[in-house]
């Protein structure tokens, strides 16, 4: 080998020494090292801040129980004209399972016997017939018997489940039916996954392809339309975060989605996302959770949801508010079926089922005017009451379940009932001068049983998406004639301690009449100016005649008529004036409605309550109480029933015609009136 000369002038490189070398290398692995430092110093930080995070909301999440408001379980008994396939279909609604040899056997379930029969369980948490198992037969579209299976006789009546009218509404007015993991149809999971995230149950959080596919998707369209992020991500950014588009955001809940799909399970993950996803609004109130979304939209249990309208409620949680099916039932349906034909290339349903299941139609409830076998007035009523009974943060931290009297079914023929009315009075105002355009009127209604004051429907407006003000509870209006019978009921008490007592056969001269008090003049009209001369007390409140029942109201003395009034539960702001005697004085209707039940009760005043006492276990295994009786202030007056009954107070009845109002049974206040005033002052 030929020896290499170096070039003259050439500089020869000496090699590094070991000690050198070994600097360099330290050097290098310190300016590596350093980024590694900051990075482990900012995930160890962020794992502590976020991690006390998710502590601090899920532990919230989990200690925050949601008080539930039931209606009065619904009877069934012999002779009642209902349907099987009809009573298979309400139980399924209350919430019973169907029974299955590998199911579970202590919960409310039911099962479809032969000859005719429906065997129906009660569970042991139930008010009403606890623990009993019962075989209903039927003789055509009639229940024909109602037996205990395990005491072998035949029963009067049976009470099924009582309903779910709500869970208590957030201060954010969030409606909310919480649904567990295991009660999620399958097919509504499979929907929720094709739209959202179908490799949810494979990835740890954050998923690596569906970020390569996003971004191959947005650079092929030169801006960002498919999003990356997964259902773990959605839920942290939804229910810890904030809906802002920046890095520092995603980075944050890509990092919180690791963490918690450390400490929670993926159907715990599943299940929180599903019972807090947005899905739009009904009226005033936002849906929240799948389960509220079900009852929102199509008026069934989640359990009962089919192929089309799971695809539908998971369709709509991208933008819930775009493609809401009560404004935009087209973009509802045309989403719907993009999530079908995503269930079907991801063999989750078959074609023919997709097929069919694009074909029907969204089947949404209106809701323009809510479902009023619901009872939203009502149900705000009742939370008012438990909020100043327990208080806010007792009644979230603990749950109650309260058992109210509301009767679901009376509840929607009354519904029904002033739906039809209004639509009358709309068209009736169309036609007159003034032309009132319809949904100018408003009406409001309550019924009660006098006996024991429950509150059975309560109806508080026309519209309560429109409007939460409840018209029963708040609007004070003067009750005009039907304070008339307070007047009578005060005449015919002057036989308790006049020597001259007034009867249904005293007399006054009906006729016009100028009346003085306190240096005032008053000079009321009757109805059309129409007179009747001398008129007995019975044809003045048979007529419901205006001047004789302000004479025998003068007769009785307007202090008297007063003091009865307020003994029965009427405003202090009713004065011993003539007016009066014709109701002037503004009450609201929940007022004049307890006052009759002294009427139709024998002469005892009954405090009227929307729930019954129903004791439930919260969560530490204690009693909990429902709505009690004594809730409500006591009448003025001096005899009381035993409190097992209500309060109440005693007055002499008339023995006149009382039944335009009520019955001995029930006790019905319907009130109708403008909303707006013509020149737009409100009424």
Not at 47 to 69: H, N
Not at 224 to 246: C, D, H, I, M, R
Not at 452 to 474: C, D, E, K, P
């Amino acid at each position: 080998m030929r020896k290499t000369t170096p070039r003259k002038g050439a500089r020869r490189v000496k090699p590094l020494p070991g000690s050198a070398k070994g600097r360099v290398l330290k050097i290098a692995v310190a300016l590596l090292s350093i980024p590694c430092i900051i990075v482990a110093i900012f995930l160890i930080r962020y794992y502590y801040i976020f991690d006390g995070l998710i502590e601090d909301k899920l532990g919230k999440r989990y200690s925050l129980s949601e008080t539930e408001i039931y209606a009065a379980p619904t009877l069934i008994f012999p002779g009642k004209r209902i349907a099987a396939q009809d009573l298979i279909a309400r139980v399924r609604h209350l919430g019973y399972v169907e029974r299955s040899a590998a199911g579970p056997s202590d919960v409310a379930n039911y099962e479809v016997g032969s000859k005719n029969q429906l065997v129906i369980y009660n569970d042991a948490t139930l008010p009403t017939d606890p623990d009993r198992q019962v075989a209903v037969s039927w003789n055509g579209g009639v229940i024909r018997s109602i037996t205990d299976r395990a005491k072998k006789t035949e029963l009067d009546s049976f009470a099924l489940k009582p309903e779910l009218l709500s869970n208590i509404i957030s201060k954010n007015r969030e409606k909310r039916r919480y649904v567990p993991y295991r009660d999620l149809p399958r097919i509504l999971i499979d929907a929720v996954l094709a739209s959202e995230d179908r490799r949810f149950f494979s990835h740890s959080g954050v998923d690596p392809l569906r970020i390569i596919s996003a971004l191959i998707v947005d650079i092929r369209h030169g801006e960002t339309v498919q999003g990356a992020s997964t259902l773990t991500q959605q839920f942290v950014k939804n229910y810890f975060l904030t809906p802002e588009k920046t890095w520092r955001r995603k980075i944050s809940d890509a990092y919180m989605s690791i963490l918690l799909e450390n400490r929670l399970s993926k159907e715990e993950i599943f299940e929180l996302y599903c019972n807090e996803v947005y899905l739009g609004q009904r009226g005033s109130f936002a849906i929240v959770g799948v389960g509220e979304a079900a009852e929102a939209f199509f008026e069934k249990s989640v359990k009962d949801l089919t192929v089309s309208e799971a695809a539908m409620i998971a369709g709509i949680i991208t933008a819930p508010n775009r493609l809401t099916p009560l404004r935009y039932p087209e973009r509802a349906k045309a989403r719907r079926d993009l999530v079908l034909d995503q269930m079907a290339e991801y063999g989750m349903i078959p074609a023919k089922e997709r097929d069919q299941a694009k074909a029907a139609p969204l089947g949404v409830k209106p809701t323009s005017i809510m479902n009023y076998s619901s009872a939203p007035y009502f149900v705000d009523y009742v939370q008012d009451i438990l909020v100043d009974e327990f208080g806010d943060v007792p009644l979230t931290r603990s749950k109650y379940r309260v058992y109210t009297t509301i009767d679901t079914e009376l509840q929607q023929a009354a519904f029904e009932s002033l739906k039809q009315g209004m639509v009358d009075l709309d068209a009736h105002f169309a036609k007159g001068k003034r032309g009132i355009a319809p949904g100018t009127v408003q009406a409001s209604l309550i019924a009660v049983e006098p006996k024991t004051g429950h509150v059975l429907a309560m109806i508080g407006g026309r519209n309560y998406g429109q409007s939460q003000f409840n018209r029963i509870t708040q609007a004070k209006r003067q009750p005009g004639s039907i304070f008339k019978p307070f007047v009578y009921a005060a005449a015919l008490e002057t036989a308790y301690y006049s020597s001259t007592p007034l009867t249904a056969t005293s007399t006054v001269v009906d006729e016009p009449t100028q009346f003085t008090f306190e240096n005032l003049a008053y000079e009321p009209r009757n109805f059309k100016d129409e007179y009747f001369g001398q008129v007995t007390m019975r044809q003045a409140i048979t007529k419901s005649l205006n001047v004789a029942t302000i004479k025998f109201a003068e007769k009785v003395g307007y202090q008297k008529v007063c003091d009865l009034a307020h003994r029965l539960g009427l405003n202090a702001q009713i004065k011993p004036y003539p007016a009066m005697a014709i109701g002037a004085f503004e009450v609201t209707p929940l007022e004049m409605v307890r006052a009759y039940t002294g009427f139709a009760n024998g002469g005892l005043l009954t405090d009227l309550t929307p729930g019954i006492r129903g004791p439930t276990p919260d969560g530490a295994g204690s009693v909990a109480p429902g709505i009690v009786h004594d809730h409500f202030p006591a009448p003025v007056g001096d005899q009381q029933r035993d409190r097992s009954a209500g309060p109440s107070a005693r007055l002499q009845p008339s023995r006149g015609r009382q039944d335009r109002d009520f019955t001995r049974r029930l006790v019905c206040r319907l009130h109708s009136r403008f909303a707006l005033h013509r020149l737009g002052r409100i009424r």
